[in-house]
């Protein structure tokens, strides 16, 4: 158990609808990374944040946004779902914003857009 | 281009064998990382490194800088080290590039 939780685990929903997936880092963990993970194009970095900033983007879509709470948790908003959307997403903590410092992974959230 | 690039993409072993994953990147890095993925999809991150050689039981992971090149030894190899492992790479920018992984089964 890395001490990194994601709610929910499972997510079935259609085109077109939002969602939402919610990530708590360990305890003490400044930094929250999301990730994206698909059969066709493996993981992909899609944002950093860091004590409630964004710190760094990656391939995050324009449909999709994120943020991090006082309580460090951290939403990553999923809007106007498309087939593609389909992946695992993955969210990781670290004690640091430097990319040089270990990650924890959470379990994931396997989203399926029907 | 992909920024890393890992070679097998498929590596099967008969238990006991020694086991070298490859990852090779084309970007400044400021760490390099080996990530393993069992098959319920959990991620584990196994190494980070910078520069030089880490050891942990029986996994051994190097990283060239020069060469841009890393590799990760697995020694005595088990059954319950069949998992796929990925390299992956983070910049000063906090930007971050997988490999598309090497999928290891490991026969009794």
């Known amino acids: 158990d890395s001490g990194v939780t994601q709610t929910p685990k499972h997510l079935i929903t259609a085109t077109g609808q939002r969602v939402t997936l919610r990530c708590s880092p360990r305890?003490?963990?400044?930094?929250v990374y999301w990730y994206q993970q698909s059969l066709d194009q493996g993981l992909q970095f899609l944002i950093q944040?860091?004590?409630?900033?964004?710190?760094a983007k990656g391939n995050i879509l324009e449909r999709f946004s994120a943020q991090q709470f006082p309580d460090l948790h951290s939403e990553l908003n999923l809007s106007s779902l498309e087939l593609g959307d389909s992946a695992l997403y993955f969210c990781?903590?670290?004690?640091?914003?430097?990319?040089?410092?270990?990650?924890?992974f959470g379990p994931g959230t396997r989203l399926t857009v029907l | 281009k992909n920024e890393v690039e890992q070679s097998p993409q498929n590596l099967t072993a008969q238990e006991g064998e020694f086991i070298t994953i490859n990852c090779s990147y084309s970007?400044?890095?400021?760490?390099l990382h080996w990530l393993q993925q069992h098959p319920g999809g959990g991620i584990v991150s196994l190494f980070m490194l910078s520069s030089g050689k880490k050891k942990h039981g029986r996994l051994i992971a190097t990283i060239n800088i020069q060469e841009k090149h890393s590799s990760l030894h697995i020694t005595a190899s088990h059954p319950r080290d069949s998992a796929v492992y990925i390299c992956a790479v983070s910049n000063t920018g906090n930007q971050f590039y997988f490999g598309t992984g090497t999928s290891l089964t490991v026969i009794p």
């Open positions: 305890s003490g963990d400044l930094s």
């Open positions: 970007v400044g890095i400021s760490a």
């Open positions: 944040y860091y004590n409630g900033e964004e710190r």
């Open positions: 990781a903590s670290s004690g640091l914003a430097v990319p040089y410092n270990e990650q924890f």
